[in-house]
Every structure is written in structure tokens, then in C-alpha cells.
């Protein structure tokens, strides 16, 4: 396992010098990908369903707003993180388009190169959930997307910080 992690890592450090990030964002260009074969099966509840079978409810600033989440890890490893409990983050604006906050552990990252936009939520870095007001194109892993963004929405992500909680429902 280990071997496997230094290799990783070598691989991930010569090829830091082969590729030229996109230009339309400040964001860092550092993604992570957990290993797959390291992922949990989906936890049951104290009434014995599973994580995979609930929603993930999403406030912001107190506002439950509805969002269609993707079917992928990701999604899966956020879900089993919520069995214990929900979650609440504190996010900063940044670049003039988006909202960023730490997670307390890595997801299983799947990124792409995408173009986000406005209501659109991903992982960065495999630990960091963003939520979008405006556009970037960047390699993110999608969550999901706010199913009725609109001007109320954009106004609270707009703020300089923002508080998130995350819960099962």
C-alpha cells in the first residue's frame, strides 16, 4: 500500500511540469483522487436504511434550497460522512463566482474538465465543496446542482461568507 502511494505520488510530481492549467480561474490546480478500492459500502441508519437510499439536504444560511445530487463516489463518501450527523461549513467567496469550504475529510474524487454554472455544487481537491454563482471551467468532481437557483440563491451565495449545513434526510 505504501509502494503504491510513493508511486503515486512520484508519477503525480513529474507530470506537475507536462500540462498548462486553464487560464479562466484563479482556483489551484491540485486535484486529489482517493483510492477507489479504499471506499466503504454505504452505511445503514439506526432504522436500517442505508445512506445510498436518503437525500442530502442542503441550507444555506438557513434556506433549504432543493438540489439534484449525482450518482457517482463522491456523492456516496458525503452521504456516509452525514450518517453521523449533519454538517456545517463556513464558506468564502472567491473570485467573484463561487463559494468555498473546507470538508473535514477527503471524498472519492472522479474530476473532469467541466464548465460549471450557476447553481452548480462540486468538489475541489477532494476535499472542498464549492457552490457556484457564476461560471469557471476547471477539472472538478460535479455533486450536484441547485435545482431552483435563482435571484434569492444568488443573492446568499454572493455574501463574503456563507454558512452551509449539510444533513440527511
Same mark, same amino acid.
Given at each position: 500500500m505504501l509502494s503504491k502511494l510513493? %508511486?503515486?505520488l512520484l508519477?503525480?510530481?513529474?507530470?506537475?511540469g507536462c500540462g498548462t492549467p486553464p487560464t479562466t480561474s484563479d482556483t489551484p490546480a491540485t486535484p486529489s483522487v482517493s483510492d477507489p478500492s479504499?471506499?466503504?459500502p454505504p452505511e445503514e441508519t439506526a432504522e436500517g436504511e442505508s445512506t445510498a437510499d436518503q437525500t442530502i439536504t442542503l441550507d444555506i444560511n438557513g434556506t433549504e434550497i432543493p438540489v439534484q445530487w449525482e450518482e457517482n463516489r463522491a456523492v456516496e463518501d458525503l452521504?456516509? %460522512?452525514l450518517a453521523d450527523g449533519e454538517l456545517t461549513i463556513q464558506t468564502q467567496a472567491y473570485g467573484g463566482f463561487e463559494q468555498v469550504g473546507s470538508l473535514p475529510q477527503s471524498l472519492t474524487a472522479d474530476n473532469a474538465q467541466v464548465t460549471t454554472e450557476p447553481g452548480d455544487i462540486v468538489l475541489y481537491n477532494g476535499n472542498s465543496i464549492v457552490l457556484f454563482y457564476g461560471s469557471n471551467s476547471w477539472s472538478y468532481t460535479k455533486l450536484g446542482h441547485m435545482t431552483d437557483f435563482d435571484e434569492?440563491?444568488?443573492a446568499l451565495l454572493r455574501a463574503d461568507t456563507v454558512t452551509i449545513t449539510l444533513s440527511l434526510a
Open positions: 510513493m %508511486l503515486t508519477v503525480c510530481m513529474g507530470m506537475t479504499e471506499a466503504q452521504k456516509a %460522512l434569492a440563491t444568488d
